[in-house]
C-alpha cells in the first residue's frame, strides 16, 4: 500500500491535477490512497466567507459566486463536456448547502467553532470530489472516500485530537476495497457526529493516519519544494533540501517552522516505522527528502537550521521563587487555561526566573493570565509583574550528530556574539538534538544565514524552488 498526499498547490487548477495524474500513472503499485488538501488559498477564502457573512456584509455572496466559478472553471478543463453534467450538479448542490450556511450565520449573527469547522471543511470535499472524476477520465478508476467517516475526533472543532483507536479500526473495517481509494485531508467529525478539522496543514496527519491504519509501506507527501530545507530559502540564499532525516530531526525542524511538513504527521508513523518521502509536484524527477527511523550515517551534525519569527518573551522573576516548590506547575496551568501554545522554555539556576516563548498575538493575554494567577504574590513584593518582549524570534540548532561532537554550541553562541547579535534565552532539550536561542526578530535574518553558513560550508547548487 502506497499513501500520497498533494497539497494545495498541487490541486490547484486543472494544470496542477493534471501533473499529479502523470505522477500517479507513473507509480507502480498495486494499491493507493490518495489525499488531497483543498485548492490552494480556499481554504483562506472560507475564512472570509463566514467573517464576511457574521459581519452581515453582504459581499459574502460574491465571494461565494468566486469560489464556485473557481471549481467550475477546473472541472471544465479536466472532464469532457459531455461528461460534466454529473459532477457539476453534486458540486452545485455543495455550493448551494454553503450558501445556507452562510445565509443562517448572516441572519441569525452567530459564528461557532463548530460552523467554522463546516465551512472550512467544504475546501477537501470539493478538490476530493473533482480530482476523483478527473481520475476517472484520464484512466484512472477510483473510489471517493469522506474522511469524516474513518476519523474520529474531540469537539475541539478547529484543531481536533484524533481518537487513534476509533479512527485505526474504522480505517481497517470500514474502507472500501479498492486499488485506488481518494480521500479528502484535514476533515474529521467528533463522536456525535459534526464536522471538526486537524488544524492548519492537517492534511499531512490525515494521510500519515491512514498510513498508519493500513501499514503502509511508504507515505509521500507533495508540494512545490523540493523536500526539506536546510534553512528557509527566504532567509538564507544557499539553502538546499536534506537527502535524509531521522523522525525526531523531522519533527524538530517542523515544530520549529519548516512548514513543508505538518508538526504532528510524524507520530502516527514513528510505531509503525513507516518511511515518509517529501517530493515537489512540479519537479518529480527530485528525490526529495527521506525521514525514516534509521536514516543512512551523515558526516553532517547539524541538519538543519530553522526560525520561528513573530514571539513573544514572557519573564516571570523575583526573590519569592527561589525555593518555592510549584511556581512552574502554576504557570504553566494559567497559559494551559488560556489554550496558548508555548514554545520555549529556559529558568535560571538561581530558580529567581522563568522565562517562556509563544506567539506574539497571545502574549498579552498570557501576561494577564500569569499576572491574576500570580496577584497575590505580586502584591506582596515576592515576584515582579511579568514582563513581555516583542518582536522577537526563536532560531534552533537541528541534529542528531550533535550528541556525539562537542563544541556546536559553543561555536554557535560564539559566531553571534562576534557579530554583536544578543541572545535573550538559550535552550538544549536533553537529547542534545536541538540547540534554541531567542533573538531579538531584527537579528533575527541575520542570524540564520551566519549559522548556515557555519554549518554547511560545502553548499550545492542554489535550489530553484521557493518554501511554500
Not at 218 to 238: C, F, H, N, Q
Amino acid at each position: 500500500m502506497l499513501v500520497l498526499k498533494f497539497g494545495g498547490t498541487s490541486v490547484a487548477n486543472a494544470g496542477a491535477i493534471r501533473q499529479l495524474i502523470s505522477i500517479l500513472r507513473e507509480k507502480n503499485n498495486p494499491k493507493m490512497l490518495v489525499v488531497v488538501s483543498a485548492m490552494s488559498k480556499v481554504t483562506d477564502l472560507l475564512i472570509s466567507l463566514y467573517q464576511k457573512a457574521a459581519a452581515h456584509d453582504v459581499t459574502y455572496l460574491e465571494l461565494l459566486s468566486h469560489l464556485e466559478s473557481k471549481h467550475m472553471e477546473a472541472i471544465e478543463e479536466l472532464v469532457p463536456m459531455s461528461q460534466q453534467i454529473d459532477i457539476k450538479g453534486r458540486i452545485k448542490m455543495i455550493f448551494r448547502e454553503l450558501e445556507d450556511l452562510c445565509r443562517g450565520i448572516y441572519l441569525l449573527d452567530e459564528l461557532s467553532d463548530s460552523t467554522k469547522a463546516r465551512v472550512m471543511a467544504y475546501g477537501e470535499r470539493l478538490s476530493s470530489a473533482i480530482v476523483s472524476v478527473a481520475f476517472q477520465h484520464h484512466g484512472l478508476p477510483n473510489v471517493l472516500v469522506d474522511s469524516r467517516d474513518f476519523i474520529q475526533t474531540d469537539n475541539n472543532y478547529l484543531n481536533a485530537k484524533v481518537n487513534l483507536k476509533a479512527t485505526y479500526a474504522f480505517m481497517r473495517d470500514n474502507l472500501p476495497q479498492a486499488d485506488l481509494l481518494v480521500a479528502p485531508g484535514f476533515i474529521a467529525r467528533s463522536g456525535d457526529g459534526k464536522t471538526t478539522v486537524l488544524g492548519r496543514g492537517g492534511s499531512d496527519y490525515t494521510a500519515s493516519l491512514y498510513a498508519a491504519a493500513l501499514n503502509a509501506d511508504l507515505l509521500e507527501i507533495w508540494s512545490d519544494v523540493d523536500g526539506m530545507y536546510t534553512t528557509d530559502p527566504r532567509k538564507a540564499a544557499a539553502a538546499y533540501s536534506i537527502e535524509e532525516l531521522s523522525y525526531e530531526e523531522a519533527m524538530e525542524l517542523a515544530y520549529f517552522g519548516a512548514k513543508v511538513l505538518y508538526p504532528p504527521t510524524i507520530a502516527p508513523l514513528v510505531a509503525a516505522k513507516i518511511p515518509l518521502v517529501l517530493k515537489n509536484t512540479f519537479n518529480p524527477s527530485h528525490k526529495g527528502t527521506l525521514i525514516s527511523a534509521n536514516p543512512t550515517p551523515s558526516p553532517q551534525n547539524v541538519k538543519g537550521i530553522s526560525c520561528i519569527d513573530h514571539i513573544a518573551v514572557l519573564t516571570i522573576s523575583g526573590s519569592g521563587m527561589v525555593g518555592v516548590p510549584g511556581v512552574a506547575m502554576r504557570l504553566f496551568k494559567a497559559v494551559a487555561l488560556e489554550c496558548i501554545n508555548v514554545y520555549f522554555i529556559t529558568q535560571s539556576s538561581s530558580e529567581q526566573s522563568i522565562t517562556i516563548g509563544l506567539a506574539e498575538a497571545e502574549g498579552e493575554k498570557a501576561a494577564h493570565a500569569i499576572n491574576e494567577e500570580f496577584a497575590g504574590d505580586i502584591e506582596q513584593g515576592l515576584l515582579n509583574p511579568v514582563s513581555v518582549e516583542t518582536p522577537m524570534s526563536i532560531v534552533a540548532i537541528v541534529g542528531n550528530g550533535m550528541v556525539q561532537q562537542p563544541g556546536i554550541a559553543g561555536k554557535a553562541f560564539s559566531l553571534l556574539g562576534d557579530h554583536n547579535i544578543n541572545i535573550r534565552a538559550i535552550a538544549q532539550g536533553a537529547t542534545e538534538r536541538i540547540i534554541s536561542v531567542v533573538l531579538n526578530t531584527n537579528d533575527a535574518h541575520r542570524a540564520v544565514n551566519l549559522l548556515h553558513d557555519r554549518f554547511f560550508l560545502a553548499v550545492p547548487e542554489k535550489p530553484t524552488a521557493t518554501l511554500a
